[in-house]
Nanobody, 124 residues
Framework: QVQLVERGGGLVQAGGSLRLSCAAS????????MGWFRQAPGKEREFVAG????????DYAESVKGRFTISTSNTQNTVYLQMNTLNSEDTAVYYC?????????????????WGQGTQVTVSS
């Protein structure tokens, strides 16, 4: 019963920045892989960024490389997504995800637990 709560979404102008957070709780939470996904209207949910809590390996979708940064706070059991130079293509509901299996080379899955999502809207 891992609980994930995303915060930080909102409305921002193109070129601006937002920082999303995902707080994990629950006795069954294991610090394996964490990821951020997003889903725009009419589109499939897509991988944005992932991180391995052990070792700090990261992975990013090509569309966000150089603009987004994923990080963790071990003491707070929180994952962050710093989003810079936002554009309209970044408009989506962003979801935090946690795995229940360790990192084996890919940070794009599988993920077992999902947060409720937080809306990010980028205006032109």
């Amino acid at each position: 019963q891992v609980q994930l709560v995303e915060r930080g979404g909102g409305l921002v102008q193109a070129g601006g920045s937002l920082r999303l957070s995902c707080a994990a709780s629950g006795r069954t939470f294991n610090k394996y892989m964490m990821g951020w996904f997003r889903q725009a209207p009419g589109k499939e949910r897509e991988f944005v960024a992932g991180i391995n809590w052990r070792g700090g390996a990261t992975d990013y979708a090509e569309s966000v490389k150089g603009r987004f940064t994923i990080s963790t706070s071990n003491t707070q059991n929180t994952v962050y997504l710093q989003m810079n130079t936002l554009n309209s293509e970044d408009t989506a509901v962003y979801y935090c995800a946690a795995s229940n299996s360790p990192y084996l080379g890919s940070l794009r899955g599988p993920y077992a637990t999902w947060g409720q999502g937080t809306q990010v809207t980028v205006s032109s």
